[in-house]
C-alpha cells in the first residue's frame, strides 16, 4: 500500500506561483509513476502532469510551459511547480502513484490517490 499527502495548496493571484508536494509513505516511489490531476467543483477529475519511473514527463495542454513536475526519490516526495497561475487553474490538486508504465494520462491507470489540496487562484 502507498499512503500519498498532498501539501502546498492556497490562495494566489492570478500570475502567482505555488509548489505542491506529495510525500509518500508505505512504500517507496522510485518505481512508481506519478501524475497529479485536477477537479473543479462541478467537473471531471483530469489529467495534469505526469513523471515515469525512469523519469520521463508529460504535461496536459492546458499547463504546459507553467507547470513543471519532478521527484525526489530520495525524500519520497513528488513536486509540482505551477507558475504563470491562472483563474481557470483553481481546484482541488491531486497527487497519485502507477505501477504501470504506460498511459499515465489516464486517471484508470493509478491505484493510489491522496486527499486532495485545494488551489485557489484569484483575477
Known amino acids: 500500500q502507498v499512503q500519498l499527502v498532498e501539501s502546498g495548496g492556497g490562495l494566489v493571484q492570478a500570475g502567482g506561483s505555488l509548489r505542491l508536494s506529495c510525500a509518500a509513505s508505505g512504500r517507496t516511489l522510485s518505481s512508481y509513476a506519478m501524475g497529479w490531476f485536477r477537479q473543479a467543483p462541478g467537473k471531471e477529475r483530469l489529467f495534469v502532469a505526469a513523471i515515469s519511473s525512469s523519469g520521463g514527463t508529460y504535461y496536459s495542454d492546458s499547463v504546459k510551459g507553467r507547470f513543471t513536475i519532478s521527484r525526489d526519490n530520495a525524500k519520497n516526495t513528488v513536486y509540482l511547480q505551477m507558475n504563470t497561475l491562472k483563474p481557470e487553474d483553481t481546484a482541488v490538486y491531486y497527487c497519485?502513484?502507477?505501477?504501470?508504465?504506460?498511459?499515465?494520462?489516464?486517471?484508470?491507470?493509478?491505484?493510489?490517490w491522496g486527499q486532495g489540496t485545494q488551489v485557489t487562484v484569484s483575477s
Open positions: 497519485a502513484a502507477s505501477s504501470e508504465l504506460y498511459r499515465l494520462g489516464d486517471i484508470s491507470t493509478y491505484a493510489y
